[in-house]
């Protein structure tokens, strides 16, 4: 078993910077990688960006490009997301999934690709 717990979240102006941080336990030498997804009122459950665990090798959904910086310290058992330039359609809970099964796939962004997830923390930006 792995125990995912995100923070960080908050209330912020657009253009503004938020980190949120992904903190593991358990299990942890059996994570391959993981990734955060967003969810937004009435709409779907959506990937944002992904890390794996050992070669550090990261994905970005297209909105979050040069915006967004996923990074881990394996030390700590820690996935952080640093969010910069902030827009209002960023908006959403956020959550940290982890997994735990080899994957042959280049890109890991589906939610059936992470078998352990947080509780979520919620991200708002102001216009």
């Known amino acids: 078993q792995v125990q995912i717990v995100e923070s960080g979240g908050g209330l912020v102006q657009a253009g503004g910077s938020l980190r949120l941080s992904c903190a593991a336990s358990g299990r942890t030498f059996s994570i391959y990688g993981v990734g955060w997804f967003r969810q937004a009122p009435g709409a779907e459950r959506d990937f944002v960006a992904a890390?794996?665990?050992?070669?550090?090798?990261?994905d970005y959904t297209d909105s979050v490009k040069g915006r967004f910086t996923i990074a881990r310290d394996n030390a700590k058992n820690m996935v952080y997301l640093q969010m910069n330039s902030l827009k209002p359609e960023d908006t959403a809970v956020y959550y940290c999934?982890?997994?735990?099964?080899?994957?042959?796939?280049?890109?890991?962004?589906?939610?059936?690709?992470?078998?352990?997830w947080g509780q979520g923390t919620q991200v708002t930006v102001s216009s």
């Open positions: 999934a982890a997994r735990t099964r080899a994957s042959l796939k280049n890109y890991n962004r589906g939610l059936t690709d992470y078998n352990y």
């Open positions: 890390i794996s665990w050992n070669g550090g090798s990261t």
